[in-house]
């Protein structure tokens, strides 16, 4: 096995051991369940008009692929972001600094690596189509090439692609760190959408020909739809879809062309890097001075000093026991507010002020529907930090010395619960004073809600990666109206919050912060 191939093997066997592998590869498996409902069911996510293919491999592979495209090229990004990163963190990159391998190798072997993590998710994925065909029980024959073929045709080229951009993105500063994870999920929404045109270079998403078969065996059964009414991605339909016979599309040697272009354009994206990449030289990157991702270093939280408890001194003892939550607590709970906010610099304060005064001088619906989404998207750098900034800056060993571990993680969340109300305080105040008692309800469990999950996942996966990967897709459902989703209140009817009950958003903030203080005792027990 050549060199490219055993360093592309290792950084596999290490990305499919980490927590992000296994949420992302559950949440391609429910994503294909969704791409597959069942026959009665009032959602698709490949309909033509009111029609949809009979449930058998051709379809069921092409809808299922085309459904893993969506979610694979967004969210598996994040899982495979982190290569390079992690051999600095760890000391590899010392290593392969002073190895005999040249920067393309070792772009090319990191490109490699990422294509396997994120092809091992596309065939679980297709695992599944198959399961699903016969589950749906509409036709029991499978066609093992009708099945696989979109998944190699439609979506792998794709996550090559998507592959090559995280190589990309760790090779540029600006783009290493939380800003990367923002910019990938604003740029990677746009290029789907201009993926679907049907001129789009290289093929785009592929819906080109699949849209132009459906359409020709449609009018062979003398359907007119009078119009372009294919659709790509989860929609709520009034009645279930009429279901027709479909074979399958004929993808054609050009489209098949512009694929394995597609292809060798990502291998070529992916060796460019080796043009500027520093090689991990000390040198040249100052490695030691800096954040894992490129951000300042942030100090742990001091401890408090508290008087000294002595066998001749039961009063003072006495005193600082009924402190403890009182002047101890708070001067713990601002500590660790100074330690979020450092990372925010003056020009993020000065957009979060203008956040809040929008959010004081547009009207309630106004606040709510588009101010507040803004206000609780803009600190998502900072709240990521919750719960994983012990584990990424090596203070494990020493927090686990200190004495009020769940005080300090109680402060903790505390920090971040005052940081989502002070860049959301403007819509508050605008809804207190039109009197709206349901949308200050479910502004205050949003505003509870979104640090509890931050410091959950932090805590469970001790990286700041997952909660961006998992926060900003639940953000745009919610603002986009998906009801079921908004934990905001943003989506409203006839004035009033259409989404959740406050009680229960609030019911799975106390779990999230149970899960919390749960895997943090365990660990501790286990560490003693």
Known sequence: MS????LALGDFRDRIRRPAYAVTLLAAVGLGLLAVPPADGHWAILALGSYRGEYNSAYVGTATALAGTLWLTLGGFYVVRKGLGRDEETGVGQLLAAAPLRNAELMLAKFLGNLLVLGSMLGVLALTAPALQLVRGEDHALDPVALLTPFLVLTLPLLAATAALAVLFETVP??????GNVTW????PALMIAGEAPGAPFGGLGLGPVAASLRDTLAARGVDLGGDDF???????????EAFHWDGADYGAGFLAQRLLLVLLAVALAALPALWFTRFDPARTRAAERHPDGSAPTPAPTPAPGPVRTAASPARTHHRSRSRFGSHYGRLLLGEARILFADASRWWWLAAAGLVLAGLSVPPDTGVGAVLPAAWVWPVLLWSRLGSRSAENDLEVLLGAYPAARARLLAEWAAGVLLTALVGAGVLVRLAAAGDTAGVAAWSAGALFIPSLALALGTLSRTHRLFQALYLPLWYLAVNQIATLDFMGTVRRAGHPAGPSPVLVTAVTLALLATTLLTTTTRRALRD
């Open 3 to 6: 060199r490219i191939g055993r």
């Open 231 to 241: 659709s790509l991605g989860l929609t709520k339909t009034d009645s279930p879809l």
């Open 185 to 188: 999920f604003a740029f990677a």
């Open 174 to 179: 600006l783009l290493r760190g939380g800003l």
